[in-house]
Structures are given as structure tokens and as C-alpha cells.
């Protein structure tokens, strides 16, 4: 029964945040293998926790991907929080502009009634591009937010997927994976240990400010990714998990 599977299910959250060694995981039950609509409830268990813990002052920094955007889309809430600075995490300039970390925060921050800030900048630059770039005072400005993170929402990928749908060159692409890199989250490939394998010339949050953060909250959904999860949980401990049942099995399972 109802009951039943509610007692399961916190027994599930506690053994994975038991393994992980991070501060929370919370579980929506179900699979996302079998069921991608999934993602709407996770993204959703997602944005209630967000609302739980956000005070008035704080800085927010998201990322992209599609499941930050149904993040956004799933936020709901009657409070306006007008000293709230939302910005994205990493700078942001694709073709899929809907998924994009810039259209994720302007949804965000509108959804708070607070303030925002976008990053104009690409993924990937050269560096002397990327000196010039981020002295401009816009840029600039936005980035002396981001290293003021208070929150911290993000997605994961994996490694390889991620490098190709940043478009990088194929070399790069090889040279990630042959490094042992398996997950990605803001712009950071990392291998099993949680090591970043692979420094690339980017622009967004630093890996200071991801183990100084207040609150840092990871969303993902599907066994695919459970494997990059445990690995990012060796970068820092001071995290909250959201994801799905199955996943969850999973990660109990590695
Ligand atoms: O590109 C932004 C990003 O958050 C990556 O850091 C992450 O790996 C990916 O998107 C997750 O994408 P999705 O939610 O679409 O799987």
C-alpha cells in the first residue's frame, strides 16, 4: 500500500545518502528508464526543495540542459523574492538556446519575481579572447556574482555526450575520455575519483565556489548518469541529491 511504499522509499533515500556521504537525497518514485515523463516530477522534487531553502539575499546559480529547464518551468510559488540575484553558472551561447543556461535563469528568476543577470559569453574561447571578454564590465560583473554563489542548482551529463553536444573538436573529445573522464557538470569533466581531468579555457563558476556554496542541489534522472553522480559526490560532500527510485537502485548497486 500507499503507506508501504512512502516507508520504502525514505529507506531508500537514507541508504544512498548513507552511501554517498552528501546531506540529503531525495527520491520520486519510479523509473525514469522506463518513464522519461519522469523528469517533470524530479524536476519538480527539485524546485520544491530549491523554494524550501531559499532566503531573501541570495545569490542562485543554474545551469543548463534539459533538465534545469524543466527546473524552471516546474517552479511555483506566490512569495516575490525582489533581493534574490539569479545568473547562470557557466556562460552560455549554442544553438539550443530553450535549454540554455541564460534562458533556464531569465525563467527562474521570473518564476521569483527577483533579479538576474545573463553571461553573453561562449563556452569555449581562446585565451586572449577570453582576458578581453571577461573584463568587460557587464561580464565582469556578472562573474563577481557567480564567485558569490549562495545556491547552487545543477544538471549532470556524461563525459563523452557532453563534449560532443559542447561541439568540441574531436581531439578534445578523445582526449577527455582517455583521460577517465566519466561525468561533467558545469563545465568540469571529471573521472571516478572526482578529479577534473581536463581543464578547459572556460568561463562561469570555479570549483572553489562549488565546495563553498551554502547549498549545492543535483538534479538528474535515468541510470545512465549513476555512475557521473557517485563521481561528483568525491568532488564535494555538501550536496542534496534529487533523482528517481530506479537511479537510486543503481547507485546502490555500484
Ligand atoms: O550544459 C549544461 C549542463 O547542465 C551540463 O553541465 C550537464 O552535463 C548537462 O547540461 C545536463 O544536461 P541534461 O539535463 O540535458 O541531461
Given at each position: 500500500?500507499?503507506?508501504?511504499?512512502?516507508?520504502g522509499?525514505?529507506?531508500?533515500?537514507?541508504?544512498?545518502?548513507?552511501?554517498?556521504?552528501?546531506?540529503?537525497?531525495?527520491?520520486?518514485?519510479?523509473s525514469?528508464?522506463?518513464n522519461?515523463?519522469?523528469?517533470?516530477?524530479?524536476?519538480?522534487?527539485?524546485a520544491?526543495?530549491f523554494?524550501?531553502?531559499?532566503?531573501?539575499?541570495?545569490?542562485?546559480?543554474?545551469?543548463?540542459?534539459?533538465?534545469?529547464f524543466?527546473?524552471?518551468?516546474?517552479?511555483?510559488?506566490d512569495?516575490?523574492y525582489?533581493?534574490?540575484?539569479?545568473v547562470?553558472?557557466?556562460?552560455?551561447?549554442g544553438?539550443?538556446?530553450e535549454?540554455?543556461s541564460?534562458?533556464?535563469?531569465?525563467?527562474?528568476?521570473?518564476?521569483?519575481?527577483?533579479?538576474?543577470?545573463?553571461l553573453?559569453?561562449?563556452?569555449?574561447?581562446?585565451?586572449e579572447?577570453?582576458?578581453?571578454?571577461?573584463?568587460e564590465?557587464?561580464?565582469?560583473?556578472?562573474?563577481?556574482?557567480i564567485?558569490?554563489?549562495?545556491?547552487?542548482?545543477?544538471?549532470?551529463?556524461?563525459?563523452?555526450?557532453?563534449?560532443?553536444?559542447?561541439?568540441?573538436p574531436?581531439?578534445?573529445?578523445?582526449?577527455?575520455?582517455?583521460?577517465?573522464?566519466?561525468g561533467?557538470?558545469?563545465?568540469?569533466?571529471?573521472?571516478?575519483?572526482?578529479?577534473?581531468?581536463?581543464?578547459l579555457?572556460?568561463?562561469?563558476?570555479?570549483?572553489e565556489t562549488?565546495?563553498?556554496?551554502?547549498?549545492?542541489?543535483?538534479?538528474?534522472?535515468?541510470?545512465?548518469?549513476?555512475?557521473?553522480?557517485?563521481a561528483?559526490?568525491?568532488?564535494?560532500?555538501?550536496?542534496?541529491?534529487?533523482?528517481?527510485?530506479?537511479?537510486a537502485?543503481?547507485?546502490?548497486?555500484?
Open positions: 500500500d500507499m503507506m508501504n511504499d512512502i516507508m522509499l525514505s529507506t531508500l533515500q537514507e541508504k544512498v545518502r548513507e552511501k554517498l556521504g552528501i546531506k540529503k537525497v531525495l527520491l520520486v518514485p519510479g525514469y528508464d522506463s522519461p515523463s519522469l523528469i517533470k516530477d524530479v524536476a519538480k522534487c527539485g520544491e526543495y523554494l524550501s531553502i531559499l532566503k531573501d539575499e541570495d545569490v542562485v546559480s543554474i545551469t543548463g540542459g534539459s533538465t534545469m524543466e527546473f524552471s518551468n516546474t517552479i511555483k510559488t512569495k516575490k525582489e533581493n534574490v540575484t539569479v547562470p553558472a557557466r556562460g552560455s551561447m544553438k539550443d538556446v535549454i540554455q541564460n534562458n533556464v535563469v531569465a525563467t527562474t528568476s521570473k518564476k521569483l519575481n527577483s533579479h538576474y543577470k545573463l553573453h559569453i561562449p563556452d569555449e574561447l581562446g585565451e579572447s577570453m582576458k578581453t571578454l571577461t573584463q564590465p557587464q561580464i565582469k560583473n556578472t562573474l563577481d556574482m564567485a558569490k554563489t549562495d545556491i547552487l542548482v545543477f544538471g549532470i551529463g556524461i563525459a563523452g555526450e557532453m563534449a560532443i553536444r559542447r561541439k568540441l574531436i581531439e578534445k573529445v578523445e582526449e577527455i575520455v582517455e583521460k577517465g573522464a566519466i561533467e557538470a558545469f563545465g568540469h569533466y571529471f573521472n571516478e575519483k572526482g578529479e577534473i581531468v581536463c581543464k579555457n572556460t568561463v562561469g563558476i570555479h570549483l562549488f565546495k563553498n556554496v551554502r547549498e549545492s542541489i543535483a538534479i538528474f534522472a535515468g541510470t545512465r548518469k549513476a555512475d557521473a553522480l557517485i561528483m559526490t568525491n568532488i564535494n560532500k555538501n550536496m542534496v541529491l534529487i533523482t528517481d527510485e530506479e537511479s537502485n543503481r547507485i546502490l548497486e555500484l
